[in-house]
Structure formats: structure tokens, C-alpha cells
């Protein structure tokens, strides 16, 4: 079965440092997918980034970068220069290719900029 | 396109009622799913479709009923609403399988079971 562990229940960052939200998980599966997604005080879910179990880059998209370390079963997310939009959930996810594209979601990490 | 729908965004209601929660799509995907979100716990899996006319069931189905009648539309029904089930249900869909796609999320709906 497939596990998503996020450690962090919530972090404060000043603003405009960078920050990193951990995000490990457990899968014997070769293909699988691993996404980042936003949730403000709103409510909606955004998409944030992607990165595939076969990508040998890590993925990065405008100031999120994610730092995929297949071996360890990692997938933190990077937010470079944080803003105070950046105060949100975040959740990681992982999805298993191939089983139906259902989504195991981390219990999330509630961040907090400072000004 | 509107993306992913769901009606209604806010209900409560008692303990024993029956409702169904909305959900659509215009962007003809295939795959469609449900889930929970409870307070510390991430977001869990009811059902999900891969099809119309093809329903599986997820981590947490039990008290839901889904049918997929047609690509469009993915309700959810609660058969006889428990306190349990307060929660903030999003409905999601992608296009295909076994590549990537993203997960469109609907905007949610609280529910709240007294």
C-alpha cells in the first residue's frame, strides 16, 4: 500500500526566505507519480507541481521547485523567496500508474509567511 | 469551460436524511473520483470511475453510492446521513490513465451532519 508522510504539521517562515516542505513516501511500485498541491483559507485545491517516478530532473515551476531523491523516497517542495500568498495547506500526493489513478494525499503542512 | 462543479457548496443536514452531492465536468475525462477531507488527516478516497458505467469503490466508501451514467456526471449519494460524515467533499477528475495528468478539483462542499 502506498504511504504519504508529511512531518511538518506547520511552519512559520519569514518572508522572502526559502522554505522547504518535506514530503517522504512508501511505494514498491517502479511507476508513480508525486504532486504538490496548495490549499489557502478558501478552500480549493491548486495544483502546484508534478514530478514522475522515471523524470531525471527535478521538477520546477516559476518559484516551486520539487527535490525528488528517488532513493531516500523523498519529495520535499521548495518554495523559492517566500510571499505572503505563499500561507496555506499543502498537501504531497502520490498517485500509482497503472492502479487506477487514485491519489494517497500526506496529512499536509500548514505554512505561515511572516511579513 | 467551467472546469469541475459541485452543488451544493455549503449543506447541513440531520442525522438519517438522504442526499446527493453534485458533481460535473466539461472537459470529457474519463476518470473521476470523490473524496474527504477531515481535519488533520489529508484528503481520503470514496469512489472513483474510470468510465461511464464503471464505479470502484476507495479507502473510506462506506455510507456513499455512486453511479456514472454518463462522462459528464459523478454524483455522490449519502444513503442515511451520520455525524461521522461531516466533512468537506471534493469531487476531481483527470483525462486519462497511465501517464500524467493533473487532478482538476471541484471547489468542494461542506457538509455538516447534526
Known amino acids: 500500500a502506498q504511504k504519504i508522510t508529511q512531518t511538518q504539521p506547520g511552519m512559520f517562515v519569514q518572508e522572502k526566505e526559502a522554505v522547504t516542505l518535506d514530503c517522504t513516501y512508501d511505494t514498491s511500485d517502479q511507476s508513480y507519480g508525486l504532486f504538490w498541491y496548495k490549499q489557502p483559507s478558501s478552500g480549493e485545491m491548486i495544483f502546484l507541481i508534478y514530478?514522475?517516478?522515471?523524470?531525471?530532473q527535478n521538477a520546477t515551476e516559476g518559484r516551486y521547485s520539487l527535490n525528488f531523491q528517488k532513493a531516500r523516497k523523498s519529495a520535499n517542495l521548495v518554495i523559492s523567496a517566500s510571499q505572503l500568498g505563499d500561507s496555506a495547506m499543502y498537501f504531497c500526493?502520490?498517485?500509482?500508474?497503472?492502479?487506477?489513478?487514485?491519489?494517497?494525499f500526506g496529512t499536509g503542512t500548514r505554512l505561515t509567511i511572516i511579513p | 469551460n467551467a472546469g469541475v462543479t459541485q452543488t451544493p457548496k455549503f449543506q447541513v443536514l440531520k442525522t438519517g436524511q438522504s442526499m446527493t452531492l453534485q458533481c460535473a465536468q466539461d472537459m470529457n475525462h474519463e476518470y473521476m473520483s470523490w473524496y474527504r477531507q477531515d481535519p488533520g488527516m489529508g484528503l481520503r478516497l470514496i469512489h472513483y470511475s474510470v468510465g461511464a458505467g464503471i464505479t470502484d469503490q476507495g479507502e473510506v466508501p462506506n455510507g456513499y453510492n455512486v453511479s456514472r451514467s454518463t462522462t459528464e456526471d459523478f454524483p455522490l449519494r449519502l444513503l442515511s446521513a451520520a455525524p461521522s460524515q461531516t466533512s468537506v467533499y471534493f469531487c476531481?477528475?483527470?483525462?486519462?490513465?497511465?501517464?500524467?495528468?493533473?487532478?482538476?478539483f471541484g471547489p468542494g462542499t461542506r457538509l455538516t451532519v447534526l
Open positions: 514530478q514522475g517516478s522515471y523524470d531525471e
Open positions: 500526493a502520490m498517485i500509482y500508474y497503472f492502479g487506477n489513478e487514485k491519489l494517497t
Open positions: 476531481a477528475s483527470t483525462p486519462t490513465s497511465g501517464s500524467y495528468n493533473e487532478q482538476f
